[in-house]
């Protein structure tokens, strides 16, 4: 018996090198990939998958692959919180990664502090994931406060005086009117009218007669994926030829393709880099994988997704081989300027914010985004 030790040692020794060099990195994702949001969520896990595809090609982050586990919670916040769950206890997931949509985010935050898990790039820009600093979330994406601002101050700049809002009825929309609002301060205007629409249930036909009394110029549309396509038609029904606006989280093809007919000249928010600018190193880079892979053009949420990626990974090789939850997060937090592509993402212990760019772009020929 004592013998054959040796050999069941080497055997043993073997087999556990084996298991430990080809491990995989779990990483989980909750998001709606049915439901409002599908057609956006997919395009920003395309993005994603773009990147981590592409690192798990050549042999992964210290020889492990990273494997990311998604689960579809149909945009239901109770469902991202029991899927996020499941993810970080019955997975063990290192990290949650690009989960959609504000009162979902929400929904599980007090799960990463209770489980000691990072939440890295969640794909929404409220603040209350930006302020107070969450120590275990880490956004890759500036503020729908930002950009709705920047949105008014566009408008304004263009020579429209009457702009109305319509807000979905959760979080995601009392966050973003505040910055619609401040948007109007920055202008000296005031609102032609705000009306608030059910998010499971959405009516707009309160909107439409707005509109129509108050002979609104343009109407900022705050929700999300079909609720907006929604409000369009509504209006567009209606006769209105009204200059509509919507924020980043409809920057997506399969968003524009549900607006059919009443895409062109819709204005959409973007935070990060026009998908075709050759001046964008993180865009060129996710176009050569793109079509290297065998896709075809690259969309906004694309672009998202991907940088969320970049970010992930990044914070992975500098964890070391064999990361903690705890390791993973104070590296995320110490990371500063780091280059993902034109972009410096950096963080510290009273910023978890990462990027503050915002711009616009409007749907033209061909229903492309145009900027």
Same mark, same amino acid.
């Given at each position: 018996?004592? /013998?054959?030790? #040796?050999?069941?040692f +080497?055997t043993?020794? $073997?087999?556990?090198?084996?298991?430990?060099?080809?491990? =995989?990195?779990?990483?989980?994702?909750?998001?709606?990939?049915?439901?409002?949001v $599908?057609a956006?969520?997919?395009?920003a896990?395309?993005g994603a998958?773009?990147?981590?595809?592409s690192?798990n090609?050549?042999g992964? &982050?210290?020889?492990?692959?990273?494997?990311?586990?998604?689960l579809?919670?149909?945009? =239901?916040p109770?469902? /991202?919180?029991?899927n996020?769950?499941t993810? !970080?206890?019955?997975?063990?997931v290192? +990290?949650?990664?690009l989960?959609?949509?504000?009162?979902?985010?929400?929904a599980?935050?007090?799960?990463l502090?209770?489980?000691?898990?990072?939440?890295?790039?969640?794909?929404?820009?409220?603040?209350?994931?930006?302020?107070? &600093?969450?120590?275990?979330?880490?956004?890759?994406?500036?503020?729908?406060?930002?950009?709705?601002?920047?949105?008014?101050?566009?408008?304004?700049?263009?020579?429209?005086?009457?702009i109305? *809002?319509?807000q979905?009825?959760d979080?995601?929309?009392?966050?973003?009117v *505040?910055g619609?609002?401040a948007?109007? $301060?920055a202008?000296?205007k005031?609102?032609?009218?705000v009306?608030?629409?059910?998010r499971?249930?959405p009516?707009?036909?309160?909107t439409?007669a707005k509109?129509?009394?108050?002979?609104?110029? +343009?109407v900022i !549309?705050?929700?999300?994926?079909?609720? &907006? *396509?929604?409000?369009?038609?509504?209006?567009?029904?209606?006769?209105?030829?009204?200059?509509?606006?919507?924020?980043?989280?409809?920057?997506?093809?399969? @968003?524009?393709?549900?607006?059919?007919?009443?895409?062109?000249?819709?204005?959409?928010?973007?935070? @990060?880099?026009?998908? %075709?600018?050759?001046n964008? +190193?993180?865009?060129?880079?996710?176009?050569?994988?793109?079509?290297?892979?065998?896709?075809?053009? !690259?969309? #906004?949420?694309? &672009?998202?997704?991907?940088?969320?990626?970049?970010?992930?990974v990044?914070?992975?090789?500098?964890a070391? #081989?064999?990361?903690t939850?705890?390791?993973? %997060?104070?590296?995320?937090?110490?990371?500063?300027?780091?280059?993902?592509?034109?972009?410096?993402?950096?963080?510290?212990?009273?910023?978890?914010?990462?990027?503050? @760019?915002?711009?616009?772009?409007?749907?033209?020929?061909?229903?492309? @985004?145009?900027?």
């Amino acid at each position: 018996m004592w /013998a054959d030790a #040796p050999l069941l040692f +080497a055997t043993l020794s $073997a087999t556990i090198f084996a298991t430990t060099a080809h491990a =995989d990195v779990l990483i989980g994702q909750t998001s709606g990939f049915t439901g409002s949001v $599908a057609a956006s969520v997919k395009e920003a896990t395309d993005g994603a998958k773009l990147y981590l595809d592409s690192v798990n090609k050549a042999g992964g &982050v210290h020889g492990e692959k990273i494997k990311l586990i998604s689960l579809d919670d149909k945009f =239901d916040p109770k469902l /991202a919180a029991e899927n996020a769950k499941t993810l !970080i206890v019955d997975n063990n997931v290192l +990290a949650l990664f690009l989960t959609r949509g504000t009162p979902h985010n929400q929904a599980i935050m007090p799960l990463l502090t209770e489980h000691r898990v990072p939440l890295v790039a969640p794909s929404t820009g409220a603040m209350v994931l930006h302020k107070p &600093v969450h120590p275990w979330l880490f956004n890759v994406r500036a503020t729908y406060q930002r950009e709705a601002e920047r949105a008014v101050q566009h408008l304004s700049l263009i020579g429209i005086e009457k702009i109305g *809002v319509a807000q979905v009825d959760d979080s995601f929309g009392a966050d973003a009117v *505040v910055g619609v609002m401040a948007g109007f $301060a920055a202008v000296g205007k005031t609102a032609a009218f705000v009306e608030k629409f059910d998010r499971a249930h959405p009516d707009f036909k309160s909107t439409v007669a707005k509109t129509q009394s108050t002979s609104a110029q +343009a109407v900022i !549309i705050l929700g999300s994926g079909q609720a &907006v *396509v929604d409000g369009v038609t509504a209006l567009r029904d209606s006769g209105s030829r009204v200059q509509i606006v919507t924020l980043s989280n409809n920057a997506s093809s399969g @968003f524009v393709a549900s607006l059919g007919k009443n895409a062109r000249g819709i204005i959409v928010g973007q935070v @990060f880099p026009y998908e %075709r600018s050759r001046n964008a +190193a993180i865009v060129t880079e996710a176009q050569a994988l793109s079509t290297a892979q065998g896709h075809g053009d !690259i969309t #906004p949420a694309m &672009v998202e997704g991907f940088a969320g990626a970049k970010v992930l990974v990044e914070a992975l090789r500098r964890a070391g #081989p064999h990361p903690t939850r705890q390791k993973l %997060r104070d590296t995320l937090e110490n990371m500063q300027k780091v280059n993902i592509g034109g972009l410096e993402i950096s963080y510290g212990p009273n910023d978890h914010s990462g990027l503050d @760019f915002a711009d616009l772009s409007i749907v033209g020929e061909g229903n492309r @985004f145009v900027r």
